[in-house]
């Protein structure tokens, strides 16, 4: 064999790799980020967000005091036939104000209280916590990533608005994963009882977000991987990765929307509540916690943040 055919094989089988891996890759993603966890093998955001370690005992004493609460339970049938979880704490005294809060990915509503929504009750509001598909007793085998959790937010503020006669106030309140599906909603034409929302470190779009995702964990372009996991997801998901943007959803604004963002985020950078907050069409402030982390804005500066919260919902309900 001479020495070219060598260099031939050798090129052949690298070339040959290289396809596989483009190929494989798609697949490692899907299943690293878009499948539901399962029991045996629970990966949490805190593989991905080093920042919240230091949190880590706080975080589990706060969700274990909210899972031992006598919360009730509902649940809802999604418009794709998926049963849907939420809890609901209604107020201590009664009151005209209520929140619906949206966890983050990988996370749920207990964890999502106790970082960043838990003085709400405090402030007697009543809290509907939700439960997206594909996270804790809610159905579905896939994380949605907004684009389809926000159809079913529409059916929870329906559900709320009507067991509350159409009488109370409400706000959406939505963290990280919880943000990108609050503001989806917000071009709607929501119950007249919708007053506005609060989005905590919310990215644009899941394609603007994997995209920056394949370098924080991958290390690497998202192109070509890209374009064949938007097929995959499609097949596997039934939804489109690039679907939905919050950008086109907030140029048509119909509610007040208060932006929170960390400015040492890097899960989701700060540079995404800057373009939301820059293409909101309707009224709107955006507020940057210094050196705090993803998701922790109000644990860096509660007293800030809930401020912010409370005067924003005060403002306009």
């Known amino acids: ?7 031939i094989i050798i090129l052949v089988v690298i070339i040959l790799m290289l396809e596989f891996t483009i190929l494989l890759f798609p697949y490692v993603i899907y299943s690293r980020f878009f499948r539901r966890y399962k ?8 593989d991905f967000v080093p920042e919240w370690k230091p949190y880590l005992n706080y975080l589990h004493e706060a969700k274990t ?10 649940t809802l049938t999604s418009f794709d036939g998926l049963k849907l979880n939420a809890y609901y704490m209604p107020a201590s005294n009664p009151s005209n104000i209520s929140v619906i809060a949206v966890h983050g990915y990988r996370s749920d509503c207990f964890q999502s209280a106790a970082i960043a929504t838990s003085f709400l009750h405090q402030k007697d509001y009543n809290i509907l916590y939700v ?4 996270h804790g007793k809610s159905e579905g085998e896939y994380v949605g990533f907004g684009v389809q959790d926000h159809k079913d937010l529409l059916d929870w503020i329906n559900y709320l608005d009507k067991r509350l006669e159409h009488k109370s106030s409400i706000f959406l309140h939505g963290l990280s994963m919880g943000a990108n599906t609050v503001l989806l909603t917000s071009d709607y034409e929501l119950p007249k009882s919708v007053k506005g929302i609060i989005a905590d470190c919310g990215y644009t779009s899941v394609k603007d977000e994997l995209s920056y995702l394949h370098k924080l964990v991958f290390h690497i372009p998202a192109w070509p991987f890209l374009p064949l996991l938007k097929r995959i997801v ?8 690039d679907e939905y943007s919050t950008l086109n959803s907030l140029k048509q604004s119909k509610l007040p929307i208060c932006f929170i963002h960390g400015d040492n985020d890097k899960f989701v950078p700060t540079i995404f509540s800057r373009e939301n907050f820059e293409a909101c069409s309707s009224e709107k402030e955006l507020h940057i916690f210094p050196g705090a982390g993803h998701a922790l804005s109000r644990l860096s500066n509660p007293a800030r943040y ?4 409370e005067d924003f919902i005060k403002k306009h309900s």
């Open 234 to 241: 499609l097949k596997r998901a039934n939804y489109s990765i």
């Open 39 to 46: 029991p045996f093998k629970r990966l949490s955001v805190i």
């Open 131 to 134: 439960e997206l598909r594909g």
């Open 306 to 309: 809930e401020k912010i919260v």
């Open 65 to 74: 005091i909210f899972e031992n609460l006598n919360l009730e339970e509902i």
């Open 1 to 7: 064999m001479t020495t070219l055919e060598i260099i």
